[in-house]
């Protein structure tokens, strides 16, 4: 039996994705996965300063959370004999905005496996906006490539830092070249990732080895494989996502990636139930 979990799907919910959550299982089922986990986007109509960006699209309201789990929980059950379900969320990190979210996500934190912690929205003159959505595609240039990454990394680096954010897993760690626009000063973002990687470290989380980048412009998986280097000299646990957003995209790639990890010298991948870690072999 295959070992292979895929820990980032997301589905119909969220508006910019294909399949339901069974849609999803059954896929999975079929591709011989060990564990599917389902870690659809956390809403974001709660959220404060989001003038610019079209949440709308990018999430399942509030009221909609509660279908969400409790149709994941039914999964859980219906297939059991089949694959494990875990249920999760991928939460994006606004800065000084962790009250107002836990005051949502406390109601349901006990019934999750994991919680992702993302960085799509970064501050701006005009305001909030959404760097790896390809409607603010210009802002690459407006701003300035090496600005975005520069902004990236300090709110990833508060992301890691806050003792009010929730989460267990950092996923797709330098998101910013997602489009292939690469900073100039190459050095100094490595170095700003090595910082990020230290707080990981301090804090004592997971990092996702995220497969998506593989079907965008970068063409290369989530981080880079020197940061996964370091992240391996670090002994940071690691674990994979394909960032599904159809049930044909699941475990993209995870072989291929699965022969880098090991060259790299990864022999253990994370597991979580309830929010606790286990460790399986690769
Ligand atoms: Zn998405
Ligand atoms: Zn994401």
Not at 148 to 174: A, C, E, G, P, R
Not at 184 to 205: C, G, P, T, Y
Request: hydrophobic share 35%; glycine share 4%; net charge positive.
């Amino acid at each position: 039996m295959s070992k292979l979990e895929d820990w980032h799907t997301h589905n119909y919910l969220c508006r910019h994705a294909e399949g339901t959550l069974e849609d999803y299982v059954k896929k999975a089922i079929k591709f011989g996965l060990k564990t599917i986990g389902f870690s659809d986007h956390f809403p974001y109509e709660f959220l404060k300063n989001l003038e610019r960006v079209p949440y709308q699209d990018y999430s399942m309201t509030l009221n909609e959370v509660e279908g969400y789990i409790l149709t994941a929980e039914n999964l859980r059950k219906k297939y059991e004999n089949q694959i494990e379900i875990k249920i999760g969320f991928e939460i994006d990190y606004l800065m000084d905005q962790e009250d107002v979210l836990n005051k949502h996500l406390n109601k349901v934190v006990h019934r999750l496996d994991y919680i992702y912690g993302s960085v799509h929205i970064l501050n701006a003159k005009k305001g909030l906006y959404c760097f790896d959505d390809n409607r603010f595609l210009e802002e690459y240039n407006h701003l300035g490539v090496d600005n975005v990454y520069t902004k990236y990394y300090k709110t990833q680096q508060k992301m890691l830092s806050s003792n009010k954010f929730k989460f267990d897993i950092v996923s797709h760690f330098d998101l910013p070249k997602k489009f292939n626009k690469l900073p100039q000063n190459k050095e100094l973002f490595f170095n700003e990732a090595i910082k990020s990687l230290e707080l990981v470290k301090k804090r004592d989380l997971v990092v996702e080895i995220n497969t998506s980048g593989l079907r965008k412009e970068v063409k290369e998986q989530y981080p880079s494989e020197k940061i996964i280097k370091e992240m391996h000299q670090l002994d940071i646990p690691i674990l994979l996502g394909s960032d599904a957003h159809d049930p044909k995209e699941i475990a993209w790639k995870f072989k291929r990636i699965i022969k880098k990890l090991k060259r790299i010298g990864y022999n253990q991948l994370a597991h979580f139930n309830k929010r606790k870690r286990h460790y399986i072999d690769l």
